[in-house]
Structures are given as C-alpha cells and as structure tokens.
C-alpha cells in the first residue's frame, strides 16, 4: 500500500500506466459537489466510484480484498481510519471470493490502522487487505479502480 499527498502523485505515475489520467481528472474536476456513483473514464479498465457513505466503527468494518484492480483511495470531506493487513497473514474469507464484483471480506481485524486526509490518497494492492471508511459521521470519497 501506498500513502502519499495528492500534490506528489506524479512520482507514482510509473507504477501503472493509468494512474497519469486519473489523479489528472481528479485534479482538474470539482468531485466534492459531482453526483455520487460511477464516473468512468476508460471502460472497466479506469472508473471512479463517488461516495457518500457513514463512518463505521473499527470492529465493524472488515477487511477486504481485490484481484483484478488497484483501488485508489480519496478522502474528500473529511479523514478516514484505514485499517491494513498483508492478505499472507489472513485465514479463510468469511465467503469465497467474488469473481464478478472482485472481492472478498474477512472478518480478522486490521493490525495496523492509519489516518487518511484530504489531499491524500492511498494504493492499495492485491496483496493489502484494507478496512477504509472507518471513523465518525459522514465522509464523501473517491475510490478509483485501475485493472491490472
């Protein structure tokens, strides 16, 4: 996982082709005041899903996973905890994997937990197990979804 300020972004750009237009739509769009639900931008290949969700509570929320897209993480209105652990020190998921949604959940807890402000982001890989959305109130974010 990575975690870094918007304004550095352009360091992360060889990481994967698409993270160039994506954090440039990100910068040039006022996301605070767009419309929740999916933006796309390259098919299934590059989306954003705009959110307006309510914070949960650490033992509430689970881990979750990905194979087939990075996530890339936008607190917009407020900080979020996130909560990480590697997916190599994970048991069994609370169901199987999720093929068409691309997603499994795990009802360990994180082991590490960090807190995501405005102006940041984070990567998250196949290998990082993550708990976002976690605090009090109300948070609207980003998640884009690069393939891999």
Known sequence: MIIAKTQDAE???A???LLKPLFEYVRSHDLITAPAGRITLQG?????????????????QKLEVHRRYLDVHFPLSCP???GWRHISTLGESDAPF?????YALYSQ???????????EFSIVYPEDAHAPIVGEGRI???VAKIKI
């Open 11 to 13: 360091r992360y750009y």
């Open 15 to 17: 990481l994967h082709p």
């Open 44 to 60: 299934d290949e590059l989306f954003i899903n705009v959110n307006d969700s309510t914070l949960m509570q650490r033992e509430e």
């Open 80 to 82: 979020e905890d996130f």
């Open 98 to 102: 999720d093929e068409d949604n691309d």
């Open 109 to 119: 807890p994180a082991d590490k937990w960090l807190t995501l402000c405005p102006g």
């Open 140 to 142: 609207r974010k980003l």
